[in-house]
């Protein structure tokens, strides 16, 4: 029978309808943010494990020099005896004792590896922290973003209906006597209270 101007219904639903879009965009997004953020996490861990790995291997190299140093300690003294007793040459007694400078040079190398093999560990372990509170702030925008399209969805049905209500119909055939508005032609509510009298919606409920 007649249509109220939709032009501005029209545009909320398109509106709407670019909200939603837009929405799951972002929330594709967040979903590769947190698949990303679970990655670095799962890097960061293996980081650790590789860290361990070498504080282990640095400790037993701390063991086998500290092991070399003794034995190269005992082996010096008893060249001084000997040396003491003139039963060897200097020159022995001098290699015994660059021997066990070399093995104590190789057990202070493996102490600093140990430590530098800590220290990698800890940053791994700050990097896994790090990366775990990437993955929570992925996840709450995750969060956020599927909100959104909920929200956006809402808005879009509730723009449905409004436009769906733009149109009147009477319900019942009839012939109309009276038409003050062409065909294409466009009115506002405001237009029909001043032509009918009354208000906009006043008029609707008194139509059979």
Same mark, same amino acid.
């Given at each position: ?6 032009? *501005? ?10 909200? !939603? ?41 701390? +063991?086998?020099?500290?092991? $070399? ?15 003491? +007793? ?65 929200? $956006? ?14 149109? !009147?119909?009477? &319900? ?16 506002? &509510? ?12 006043? !008029?609707? *409920?008194? !139509? &059979?």
């Amino acid at each position: 029978m007649a249509r109220v101007d939709d032009r *501005e219904l029209v545009a909320d639903v398109r509106q709407a309808e670019a909200a !939603i879009a837009e929405a799951r965009k972002q929330r594709a997004a967040a979903r590769a943010n947190v698949a990303q953020a679970k990655a670095q996490v799962s890097q960061a861990r293996t980081q650790v494990s590789q860290a361990r790995t070498q504080v282990s291997q640095a400790q037993t190299q701390v +063991q086998k020099a500290q092991t $070399a140093r003794n034995l190269a300690a005992t082996n010096l003294e008893r060249y001084r005896l000997l040396i003491n +007793q003139g039963a060897i040459p200097r020159q022995e007694f001098d290699t015994r004792q660059t021997a066990l400078q070399d093995a104590q040079a190789d057990v202070r190398t493996a102490q600093s590896q140990v430590e530098s093999a800590q220290s990698q560990v800890r940053s791994a372990q700050s990097q896994v922290e790090s990366a775990q509170a990437g993955v929570t702030s992925a996840q709450e925008q995750l969060e956020a973003t599927s909100s959104s399209i909920t929200t $956006a969805e809402a808005r879009l049905t509730q723009a449905k209906v409004a436009l769906e209500g733009a149109s !009147i119909y009477a &319900p019942f055939d009839g012939i109309v006597a009276y038409l003050n508005y062409t065909e294409g032609e466009y009115f506002t &509510p405001q237009a029909v209270s001043s032509q009918l009298g009354g208000d906009y919606q006043g !008029i609707l *409920e008194r !139509i &059979p």
